[in-house]
Each structure stands twice: as C-alpha cells, then as structure tokens.
C-alpha cells in the first residue's frame, strides 16, 4: 500500500481543514485506516482512525467533536475533515494503514503497516 497525504496548511484559529490520504496497491477496502499527528518535541500522537471491517471509528477525546474521519472506497482515499482548528492541532499530519490490525493496538504507531508522507498543519492565534 502506498499511502499520499496532501491538504495540510496554514488556517487561523476556529478554520476548517481537510486532510485526504490517498491510498494505491493494494485493496484499500480491506484495511484500516488512521490518521496520526506529530507536533514539535512530542511523540506521534493517534488522532482518528476507521476500521477496515465493519467501520467503527475511533477519535482522541482531544479531537472528538471538531474532527470527522471518513472513507471513499470507491476513490481509494481516507479524509479528514477538521473543524474549530486550535494553535494546538498543529503538527505534522501523516496517514496510516494496516490490515488485521485490533482495537487495542490502534491508537499505537507501531502496529500500523504503512504509513504515508506528512502533511503540515499550522493553526496561528
């Protein structure tokens, strides 16, 4: 799977952004997916994420009603759409996928597979 992340920029705090991953290679449909977050000095935060099978998604309570995760398998790409942006949502945006992967590993990076390049997110004051 390779994986391109683009939509990242620079938005006044209370904007709007959407973040799309497009995915290639493999069958998409079958893989969960995420969305994961780095600021400066921080580790690689789990932001929101989709279930391959069955589609639950799950959100850091840090994010949980502002961001929308969503898929389109017919384009083979994973959006998210984040709304009431704050100075501290930026980061370095990267999307992930994986296929099997359980609940209890999802918020972690190091059980995701694939991993596409970053996106910058800059929210200013």
């Known amino acids: 799977v390779q994986l391109q992340a683009s939509g990242g920029g620079l938005v006044q705090a209370g904007g709007s952004l959407t973040l799309a991953c497009a995915a290639s290679?493999?069958?998409?449909?079958?893989?969960?997916m995420a969305w994961f977050r780095q600021a400066p000095g921080n580790e690689r935060e789990f932001v929101a994420g989709i279930k391959g099978s069955g589609g639950t998604i799950y959100y850091a309570d840090s994010v949980k009603g502002r961001f929308t995760i969503s898929r389109d398998k017919a384009k083979n790409t994973v959006y998210l759409q984040m709304n009431d942006l704050k100075t501290e949502d930026t980061a370095v945006f990267s999307c992930a996928a994986a296929r099997g992967i359980i609940t209890s590993s999802f918020r972690q990076p190091r059980h995701w597979d694939y991993w596409g390049q970053g996106t910058q997110v800059t929210v200013s004051s």
């Open positions: 290679g493999r069958t998409f449909s079958t893989y969960s």
